[in-house]
């Protein structure tokens, strides 16, 4: 194999605005942080090291230290976003352009990772399930669509995007209206799908919670991201006159 072809193989790792420090071939990894890593990131004295790990197309990280979360962006995504809480190790990233980020405040403590280009090994025919991050709060936002048929609430109808924030706000992280209209949209966009003409915004919910259920994207384990108490199904809405969205036969393609 030519020197050039083991490089579209590697992972690139580079320090903002500079060029490329760290190559790694399948299999190899290196350690970051401003202690003790071959990689020396930002100045905070308190940060401790990392690591990460080629593994084919796509790359896997750790979190070394004792406390603070790394947050790794994909920079071609639509505000997606993998968390790396302290202590987690060999996290897979799927993304091929990553910022990351190791604290907030401090400049110089982010890096970029190339990953290499995937190569597709399904047919032309063929669709596939986009990867959701079950850690994220876009999904969290699509198992609150989805908890009253998970929980068998009868015929329950989707919650409106009101009623999936004061869920999701019963935890220390309360999430707003428009924050939750902004991952409905995500996700819509994620999973490939495009409203017909003239249809609400209540189409686009039932959609999502159809294929998510039909799919098992969101199944009942899930439902532990809830937090706060299990609702009383008396008191949530009812199945109301909607017109049935056409769900596709085959999964969504991929974004």
């Known amino acids: 194999m030519s020197r050039a072809e083991l490089a579209a193989q590697s992972l690139l790792i580079c320090l903002d605005g500079q060029s490329p420090v760290v190559e790694l071939p399948n299999g190899d990894s290196v350690s970051f942080g401003w202690q003790g890593g071959e990689i020396t990131v930002g100045t905070d004295q308190a940060l401790t090291a990392g690591r990460i790990r080629a593994f084919g197309d796509y790359w896997l990280m750790s979190?070394?230290?004792?406390?603070?979360?790394?947050?790794v962006e994909n920079l071609e995504g639509a505000g997606e976003y993998v968390k790396v809480r302290a202590?987690?190790?060999?996290?897979?990233?799927?993304?091929?352009?990553?910022?990351?980020?190791l604290t907030v405040g401090a400049g110089g403590n982010?890096?970029?990772?190339?990953?290499?280009?995937?190569?597709?090994?399904?047919?032309?025919?063929?669709?596939?399930?986009?990867?959701?991050?079950?850690?994220?709060?876009?999904?969290?936002?699509?198992?609150?669509?989805?908890?009253?048929?998970?929980?068998?609430?009868?015929?329950?109808?989707?919650?409106?995007?009101?009623?999936?924030?004061?869920?999701?706000?019963?935890?220390?992280?309360?999430?707003?209206?428009?924050?939750?209209?902004?991952?409905?949209?995500?996700l819509a966009t994620k999973l490939g799908i495009v409203a017909p003409r003239g249809m609400t915004r209540a189409w686009k919910r039932v959609t999502l919670v159809t294929l998510a259920l039909k799919f098992d994207l969101v199944r009942p384990e899930h439902l532990g991201l809830i937090p706060g108490p299990v609702p009383d199904p008396g008191g949530l809405t009812r199945a109301q006159n909607h017109r049935t969205p056409q769900v596709p036969a085959t999964p969504p393609r991929r974004r």
Do not use: K
Not at 64 to 69: E, H, I, L, N, Y
Not at 87 to 101: A, D, K, M, Q
Not at 134 to 142: A, C, D, G, T
């Open 63 to 71: 979190n070394c230290g004792a406390r603070g979360t790394y947050c």
């Open 87 to 101: 202590g987690r190790i060999g996290v897979p990233i799927p993304f091929e352009l990553s910022r990351v980020t």
């Open 110 to 186: 982010s890096f970029t990772v190339y990953a290499p280009e995937r190569r597709s090994t399904a047919g032309p025919g063929d669709a596939g399930i986009p990867l959701l991050d079950e850690e994220s709060r876009y999904f969290q936002v699509l198992v609150g669509l989805c908890e009253p048929r998970l929980r068998d609430f009868g015929v329950a109808a989707v919650p409106t995007p009101a009623q999936v924030s004061a869920r999701l706000s019963a935890s220390d992280r309360p999430l707003g209206r428009s924050a939750v209209n902004y991952h409905i949209d995500y």
